[in-house]
């Protein structure tokens, strides 16, 4: 009995120590599992500002980061940091990039209305001018053109045409949905794309009732974003006047345009004017582009509309001079 007793007495308190030491093995569970939830929550939380970020920038995850760390996890401030970081570094190798040749680029056509304007953006390679990142600095700069035209406020009794330079250009404002000027713009797509750029120029027509303005785009290709922007290497913006609307004006105006492209007349001349000598530089004494067996001036005169100027752009012609000289 006292065997027995004793026996029963050890597993008693062996059964009673494993149950503690189980206990006790346990007794962190509890604790562990209260605080994993909000854990992986706030990762979760992290990663997707992470990602919103990176997909509203297109700046890489690394900068991504730190942009949210410097920021406190705020999505707009660390959207404005990264700008700003941005064009610090733009800025930066646009001056180490400065006075590298900028022969190849695009030209940008915009129509609004009774405004067309008409945009020269250069950069070092015609491989940087297929990319989108140009290709949208180039849009920019033609909505701010247009902008600025639009902004003028003249009462036209005939065609108005103007031009911007360089700087003068640099200096127009962004855009309502973009901060600062263009030429800020400008550091941004340098500092992305690792070339030179410039804003080399512009060209604006408004013209009242009774004028129409014909255009025309060689090598063309739309916009990525903007449907009335055409994209391509030579522009050419014809400035008509007629007594009547037209349904074929546009085709008219595109035959026109593109006879000002490919024949590169330095003025409009007369319809009395001969063929041959210095009229070969004047537009309307030319052979037809697109029939030689005629002069311009004979194809336009039964069409019942007037030629009274035009505007032509071939991307990098200054470059291309002044390296020859």
């Not at 330079?165 to 000027?181: H, I, K, T, V």
Request: aromatic share 6%.
């Amino acid at each position: 009995m006292s065997l027995l007793r004793s026996l029963r007495v050890f597993l008693v308190a062996r059964t009673g120590s494993h149950s503690a030491g189980s206990l006790l093995r346990q007794s962190p569970q509890p604790r562990h599992t209260l605080h994993a939830g909000p854990r992986l929550s706030a990762s979760a939380s992290r990663k997707e500002l992470l990602m919103k970020l990176r997909r509203n920038t297109g700046y890489s995850f690394v900068n991504c980061k730190k942009a949210l760390e410097t920021c406190g996890g705020d999505l707009k401030q660390a959207e404005i940091w990264l700008h700003k970081q941005a064009q610090k570094e733009g800025w930066s190798k646009a001056a180490k990039l400065q006075g590298r040749k900028t022969k190849e680029g695009l030209i940008g056509l915009l129509q609004e209305g009774n405004t067309t304007v008409l945009v020269e953006v250069n950069c070092e390679t015609d491989f940087v001018s297929r990319n989108l990142k140009f290709q949208q600095l180039v849009q920019q700069v033609a909505l701010g053109t247009m902008m600025y035209c639009q902004s003028l406020k003249d009462q036209l009794s005939t065609y108005s045409k103007g031009f911007l330079n360089s700087s003068e250009l640099s200096g127009l404002p962004a855009g309502p949905d973009r901060d600062g000027s263009l030429k800020d713009q400008l550091a941004l797509a340098i500092g992305k794309l690792g070339e030179n750029m410039t804003l080399k120029r512009a060209a604006w027509v408004k013209v009242p009732s009774g004028f129409y303005v014909g255009s025309y785009v060689h090598g063309a290709m739309q916009s990525p974003s903007l449907h009335n922007l055409v994209l391509g290497k030579y522009g050419a913006l014809v400035i008509c006047e007629t007594s009547e609307q037209k349904t074929n004006l546009e085709d008219i105006g595109r035959r026109l345009g593109q006879h000002v492209v490919g024949m590169a007349p330095l003025s409009v001349g007369s319809l009395d004017d001969e063929p041959g000598g210095e009229a070969e530089t004047k537009m309307l004494s030319q052979p037809y582009l697109l029939d030689p067996s005629i002069t311009l001036g004979q194809y336009v005169q039964p069409q019942g509309v007037s030629v009274v100027d035009f505007v032509r752009f071939e991307c990098g012609e200054g470059e291309e001079a002044a390296e020859t000289e």
